[in-house]
């Protein structure tokens, strides 16, 4: 079993900045696609950015974040992280952490084998 412990979430203002942290208790931190997702109070999680385990190292992220969000992963210290910059009132949602023992990065939540409990994030306007 992976577990997974979200942390940084928090209520700020618009164009301001937040980083979020992905803690993992698991031995193959090295070997799982990492993942963000997010949801709105209403609205079905929706895939944010990811990282792939492989040698290259890729990211992929929503079109709505590129340039603003950045993941980043610490094999040494099982963590990844999620750097929110530009903040919009529109990315007020729930994000959560995911995890995946494959090289592919799946863009569905159901790609995704082991979740965090998610943590809050509000943008005031």
């Known amino acids: 079993q992976v577990q997974l412990v979200e942390s940084g979430g928090g209520l700020v203002q618009a164009g301001d900045s937040l980083r979020l942290s992905c803690a993992v208790d698991?031995?193959?931190?090295?070997?799982?696609?990492m993942g963000w997702f997010r949801q709105a109070p209403g609205k079905e999680r929706e895939f944010v950015a990811a990282?792939?385990?492989?040698?290259?190292?890729?990211?992929y992220y929503t079109d709505s974040v590129k340039g603003r969000f950045t993941i980043s992963r610490d094999n040494a210290k099982n963590t990844v992280h999620l750097q929110m910059n530009s903040l919009k009132p529109e990315d007020t949602a729930v994000y959560y952490c995911?995890?995946?023992?494959?090289?592919?990065?799946?863009?569905?939540?159901?790609?995704?084998?082991?979740w965090g409990q998610g943590t809050q994030v509000t943008v005031s306007s």
């Open positions: 995911a995890a995946t023992p494959v090289v592919e990065v799946p863009p569905t939540p159901g790609g995704y084998r082991y």
């Open positions: 698991g031995r193959t931190f090295t070997y799982y696609t």
């Open positions: 990282s792939s385990w492989s040698t290259s190292g890729s990211t």
